[in-house]
């Protein structure tokens, strides 16, 4: 449910802070070289499916058709027309922090070293720059949330998920949308600043 209203959702605040153009909705394409790889994904297609994810099925002439450069190694593919991606999430953050200013957000640039909660409601942080009051407090801190938020007694189940992936130069490289090799379980995407390579995930503690 919050991946199929997430594009509509954030219309509105890309539009504002001007980003719209960031928004790349080719879809998803997730190829393989062979039949018994395609059909040994389609159980996971059928979730989709019956979550209300859109998911066609292509023969080689149609992927060739959405992404010519590809090899002719991959023959099958499941298309997933309703995903998109960001071109840049560095100038997707950069425009959002701006909206944030003009309509009169401050952006303090200093390392919270405690919270701690203040009366009447309230709470303190404790920064480099000094402390900060404030009535109302998010905590966008990824992994490292959890002891932010442990600071008021709650428990938040949040453990580190590290992602990696390596960009390299799109010169030559014609991709329209994001690509996922769906036997080895990568995915290229076509960036402002290259062709992203990502798949490697870990677990792990923050330390």
């Not at 959702?9 to 719209?20: F, I, K, M, N, R």
Request: net charge negative; proline share 6%; glycine share 8%.
């Amino acid at each position: 449910p919050l991946s199929l209203a997430a594009r509509d959702a954030y219309a509105p605040l890309l539009a504002e802070a001007g980003a719209t153009g960031l928004l790349r909705a080719r879809g998803e394409l997730y190829v393989y070289r062979t039949k018994a790889a395609f059909d040994a994904e389609a159980w996971a297609m059928q979730v989709r499916r019956g979550f209300g994810v859109p998911v066609e099925d292509l023969d080689a002439n149609a992927i060739r058709d959405m992404e010519p450069a590809l090899s002719h190694e991959y023959r099958y593919a499941h298309y997933q027309p309703a995903s998109a991606f960001m071109a840049s999430p560095l100038r997707l953050v950069q425009s959002l922090a701006a909206l944030f200013v003009n309509k009169g957000g401050a952006i303090q640039r200093a390392d919270v070293r405690n919270l701690r909660p203040s009366d009447p409601g309230a709470v303190v942080l404790e920064t480099s720059a000094g402390e900060v009051r404030a009535d109302h407090l998010v905590i966008c801190a990824g992994a490292f949330s959890k002891p932010f938020a442990a600071r008021f007694g709650v428990d938040v189940p949040l453990e580190s998920w590290r992602g990696y992936h390596v960009m390299v130069p799109s010169t030559g490289i014609g991709l329209n949308g994001v690509v996922a090799d769906g036997e080895m379980h990568f995915a290229v995407t076509p960036m402002d600043e290259g062709i992203r390579v990502a798949g490697l995930i870990e677990l792990a503690s923050v330390d």
